[in-house]
């Protein structure tokens, strides 16, 4: 199991697991191995500290240590043992069942644990062993069942979870038994807690029982256990402090590997822990400028040979230029993993932890982006570059009403702006987005918004800073048809008010014609191709953008075959030398194995194309 | 002809809130029926009750005529083999812990002998065009078009009569979106499969289907051939889901535009 070689892959799991290991081994095999029997006395060496006949040296009546402590062992263990079978059975069972059936066995199952839970568990020990004196396996089974409780609260809550995921209903539906769904399914996604918790109770329960052993109450003398031993050790601290050593030792070293272990298997299976921590300094994105094209001083915002790297060195995007003027939209189109999002989240330097850009130029509004800090960015940020997201409920925060979110945000803009002034504004902003009753709207939490209406907010917060760009990442994608043809009404409209410039990443042809005026279609980390959106539509230059209009079932004929690229778009990392769509395309030749460059067409747009299609200009095939 | 699936005045509570009322649709053998609808419609509750997932509070669902609305759990499981499903997120379909192979020989019968069960899935997963050597590999290691061929495989291995589609291809990009949707379209030929297609999609409903059903709010508002409804919607709902979906064409969208605002 993969959690099992994570554990013995790190030193101190290896560590911890070998001498529980190595304690379990010699205990059980203690007949063999231990050098005299345990009840063997030697009146004429007692009390001896180590020596060579008796390697821990000797008790009161000279019986050898070492063999009273793997003897002793071998019931320790085996009563922490059938603690742990009961704790593991009754806490999986009944975890699993109240999660996966719910209803009333779910709720008898959580009332239960509240009570073992608040039963303080010494007091029903010492009951327990009232009933059935010195009977240390009654006294751990019914301990390991009490902490069940525990146990059985972290399982359900997983298999509350996994229940609910499609895999478990396609099992359903494939006709397996519930007890074959839980077995398979539910328990094995469960599992990662589990182990950890054991290994954690695990040690716990070994001092209970050292402790019932040390008062007394457990295993009775002469047979040994590791809590007699201690006791028989505490009586002669005075004449051999060294019999504390082996006794006490033993049940601390097992008992600290235990709790270890489980901190190891916990960090083991989670894999937040496993990344390196990241000073602010590479959190930071690098940004380095290299030479190339002049940028359009028309343009609000102008790109120039922008590339994006992670901190490994895998490139995202490649050489990527656009221009957007004010008062139009332009959609960045794609499939997923083409470098839409990074392209746009580089222009606002939002990246991930490590990541290098690389520009010639990103000129926003005349200010040149590329030589401000992280401070001067975080001002264009909302301010000069506004930016919504495609999931409106998550992008606001759901502890604040969206009134509070609203000010912030007009504050933010505005500073030294009165209360009544920033309340002024911020209705304003919600009529901006036609959202009815701005006073209603301010006391509601996001979560009690629809899609559309969240969205409406998103947008009015982005407009606070009145941005002179906005841009959209998918902004309708997880919105009902109805309400995402309202949201592009609004965008519209707002851009033909305000003049403010749209970028929407997109990858529906139909919010590409519905809103914007020019296409930039982008295929593994590249623009491929740049031009008019009637253009695109109607004589598309790259084999890539002609393929993606075929695919769209809009534009087929119904019932006939949608015509199909064979394989998929390349990774990160893996993208082919040359033109990267040569291996897909059926236009492609050994010209296309060579680096391809953008061809521009006067008043027509640019292509990144050997064998151009819809042409009237240079090498073009049909 | 009978009917292969028949429902018939279906209702479906969740606790005091009403997800389907009086939903009647049918589905014939070798038929493929769109339900379209809009988030909140029911659409996918319709889905989970014919597929037994949802209790259902009245009506009833026929399979070939025997009625299937409450079966136990060994009824269900025999039903297994007629009926099967595919999900929308197709990562979630799969248990990440099992391979591929296990996944896809989950619904053959018990005592399969092994290397029969290897034959089967090797040529499911070849049929859908997924390489045999998926079967080794975990569902981490693929895309999610790949996946949602490995999802069709799944289904498909018990030779069911009738595939519910719930979004099947809506998590797909375009060019993954149209392979699968060819590939639904040559299964259905090859194994005169029958397909309840759950989606928001016009498009993808016009594109396969023969019949659309309508959903809002839990009611059937419009049902037919999917060319009458798309050219000559009755419903109002209807004509205002048709009117603002859009299509890839500038000026024609205009013009759509234009109508859906006269519309309003």
Partial sequence: MNAWRAVAGRPLGAICLAWLGLVVLACAGADLIAPHHPQEQDLSSVYSGPTWAHWLGTDQ??????????????????????????????????????????????????????????????????????????????????????????????????????????????????????????????LPSVIGPVISLVALVAGSALLVEASLGFLGLGVQPPEPSWGGLIAEASQAIYRQPWLLVPSGGVVALTAVACAVLGDVLRDATDD???????????????????????????????VRGLSVRLADGTALVDDVAFDVHPGTALGLVGES?????????????????????????????GQDLLSLDERGMSRVRGGGIGYIAQDPVASLDPLFTVGDQLTEAVRHHNRGATRAEVRRRVVDLLE????????GVMAEYPHQLSGGMAQRVAIARALAGEPRVLIADEPTTALDVTVQAEILDLLRELRDRTGMALILVTHDWGVVADTCDTAVVMYAGQVVEQTSVQRVFEAP???????????????????????????????????????RFAPRCAFATAECAGPVAMTAEPMRGSYRCVHPRHGTTTGARR | MRPLLDIANLEVRYGDALALSDVSLSVRSGQTVGLVGESGSGKTTLGKAVLGLVPVSQGEIRLDGKEITDLGVKERRALSGRIQVVFQNPYSSFNPRRTIGQAVAETLPKGTPRDEARERVGAMLDRVGVDR???????????????????????????????????????????????????????????????????????VVRHLADRVVVLRRGEVVESGRVDDVCETPRHPYTRALLAAAPVPDPVAQARRRAERRALA
């Fill in chain 1, 61 to 186: 009546l000279g019986r050898d240590i070492l063999s009273r402590v793997l003897h002793g062992g071998r019931v320790s263990l085996l009563v922490v043992g059938q603690a742990l079978a009961a704790y593991l059975v009754l806490g999986c069972a009944a975890g699993v069942l109240a999660g996966y059936r719910r209803g009333l066995l779910d709720r008898v199952v959580l009332r239960l644990g509240d009570l073992a839970l608040s039963m303080p568990a010494v007091v029903i020990l010492l009951v327990v062993l009232a009933i059935f004196p010195h009977d240390e396996s009654a006294a751990m089974i019914t301990l390991g069942a009490l902490s069940a409780a525990g146990l059985a609260r972290v399982v359900r809550a997983s298999t509350v979870a996994v229940r609910e995921e499609p895999f478990v209903a396609a099992a359903r539906v494939a006709g397996l038994s519930t007890f074959r769904i839980l077995g398979r399914h539910v």
């Fill in chain 1, 272 to 302: 937040r822990t496993s990344r390196e921590p990241l000073s602010w300094r590479r959190m930071r994105t690098q940004v380095t400028r290299r030479p190339g094209e002049p940028p359009d001083e028309a343009a609000v915002l102008s």
């Fill in chain 1, 337 to 365: 993993g083409c470098g839409k999002t990074m392209t746009v989240s580089a222009v606002l330097r939002l990246l991930p932890p490590g990541a290098v850009v690389e520009a010639a130029e990103v000129r926003f509004a």
């Fill in chain 1, 432 to 439: 901006a987005v036609h959202l009815p009753d701005p006073p």
């Fill in chain 1, 541 to 579: 230059r790259h084999p890539y953008t002609e393929a993606l209009l075929a695919a769209d079932p809009n534009a087929a004929v119904p019932g006939t075959r949608l015509p199909v690229l064979p394989g998929s778009v390349p990774a990160p990392g893996h993208w082919p030398d040359g033109c």
């Fill in chain 2, 133 to 203: 050597d998926a079967a080794h590999r975990y569902p981490g290691q693929f895309s999610g078009g790949q996946l949602q061929r490995i999802a069709i495989a799944r289904a498909l291995m018990p030779d069911p009569r009738l595939l519910i589609c719930d979004e099947a291809v809506s998590a797909l990009d375009l060019s993954v979106q149209a392979h699968v949707l060819n590939l639904l379209a040559d299964l259905r030929a090859e194994r005169g499969l029958s397909y309840l297609f759950i989606t928001h999609d016009l498009a």
